[in-house]
């Protein structure tokens, strides 16, 4: 049994019964699911969610599926307190929500999880998506779980690591000779040829409601309250505006006091178009050609960039571009202070914070959320520059001699 009613369109209000569509066929908006928020708040309390399982589907009023979830442990991943990186940083409340840490180490496991349990509800068996790398992983991953048939669709330069973490899976894996972009405008003509379960295409509604878990386990776990400042990246900017509205849910049916979180969001120098958009004063996200090391979200053109930059303006938050030097050192310094080895996009949004914490903006006493989306360790060609090991021989004096030990 699910509390979802409708899909609703964002712009015109148009509603729409709950299938695979995600465009108004008014005005081309992107859809929403909506909720009989009212029946939910009879039923929900914070008891309820803190008895449900050890992940996301302890929000599963708040998520547009019935039962017969596909579950492969998504989500509830740990928010840390971190002392040492806030000291380097001179803010005294800063944690880390650590994404890193589910199934196929990105945040993506949780909007897949909601969009493939919908895609199984539809009664559809192949699924596909577009992705820069962790939602083809993810895809197949679930995919796998649940004895779909995935294609999977990435630019062709993505990380050979990316790679072997979405073929073990045994997905249909196909490299496109493109940008990101590309492959998104190609999965779009086919989604009109066959009948399949885009992911991030015609499931977009249901997949993006599954970002809106991290909001709600970081407020959870704060104790029952919102942050003052959440960071985190932006590729198509879904789960920047997510968050937002998972806060927003809690506090609407009264699981949380009000919601006065400013809202960051950075991207790569070399893949700006929404952090262009804002410090311009503008409200058109404009097309860039992508060109950083943060191949997550290196993405010219963001599907949800106009809703993330009045999320920004709106909760009086702001937003950041990180040079790729920024963000690799933003890797090492997460790694040193706190042992979580993020991949560049997480480096990005520890360049980011620097910045915002450096300049005053977000400041030392406040409650502060950051990100981290995504884990290293199939991305290693970032940083191998930090491997230099001593190399001895297996004897007391070798090792003593080559590391310059006092004797
Ligand atoms: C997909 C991805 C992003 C970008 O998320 P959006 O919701 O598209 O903005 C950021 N970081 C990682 C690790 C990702 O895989
Ligand atoms: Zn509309």
Redesign the pocket.
């Known amino acids: 049994m699910s509390f979802a009613t409708a899909l609703r369109c964002r712009k015109c209000g148009q509603e729409y019964p709950l299938q695979p569509v995600n465009l108004c066929e008014f005005c081309l908006s992107p859809l929403d699911v909506s909720y009989d928020y009212k029946a939910i708040a009879k039923v929900l309390t914070r008891e309820k969610i803190a008895a449900g399982p050890r992940d996301l589907w302890r929000y599963q009023d708040l998520l547009p599926v019935s039962s017969g979830v596909v579950d492969i442990g998504a989500g509830f991943t740990p928010l840390v307190k971190a002392e040492r990186l806030g000291k380097e940083l001179g803010l005294e409340q800063l944690y880390i929500k650590n994404d890193c840490l589910n199934p196929t180490y990105?945040f993506?496991d949780r909007p897949v999880s909601t969009a493939i349990t919908k895609a199984k509800e539809f009664g559809f068996d192949t699924v596909a998506c577009a992705s820069?790398g962790?939602?083809a992983a993810s895809v197949a991953a679930l995919a796998a779980r649940t004895n779909m048939k995935a294609y999977v669709f990435v630019p062709s330069n993505v990380e050979p690591g990316k790679l072997v973490g979405i073929a073990i899976y045994n997905p249909t894996l196909v490299t496109v000779n493109g940008s990101y972009d590309d492959v998104n405008r190609l999965c779009a003509r086919l989604a009109e040829k066959y009948k399949w379960g885009f992911i991030n295409i015609n499931l977009r509604p249901y997949y993006a409601e599954g970002n809106k878990t991290l909001g709600f386990e970081v407020a959870e776990q704060l104790g029952w309250r919102a942050p003052d400042c959440a960071i985190t990246?932006?590729?198509?900017?879904?789960?920047?505006t997510r968050i937002w509205k998972g806060l927003e849910e809690l506090s609407m049916l009264g699981l949380i006091g009000p919601v006065n979180t400013r809202m960051y969001v950075t991207q790569a120098a070399g893949s700006s178009p929404i952090v262009n958009a804002f410090q311009a004063g503008s409200q058109h996200v404009h097309p860039v050609e992508p060109n950083t090391i943060a191949k997550?979200?290196a993405i010219g053109n963001p599907a949800d960039g106009y809703y993330a930059l009045r999320i920004v303006r709106q909760s009086g938050g702001d937003a950041c571009a990180v040079p790729d030097e920024e963000a690799i050192a933003g890797m090492k310094l997460l790694a040193q202070t706190e042992g979580i080895f993020t991949?560049a996009?997480g480096g990005v949004v520890i360049g980011g914070l620097k910045r915002l914490a450096a300049s005053g903006t977000i400041k030392k006493n406040e409650l502060t959320v950051a990100y981290i989306?995504?884990a290293g360790p199939r991305t290693q060609d970032t940083v191998a520059d930090i491997v230099r090991p001593f190399t001895v021989q297996p004897t007391l004096e070798s090792f003593e001699e080559v590391l310059g030990m006092p004797v």
């Open positions: 990105s993506k820069t962790n939602l990246t932006a590729g198509s900017g879904l789960h920047f997550s979200i991949e996009a989306t995504g």
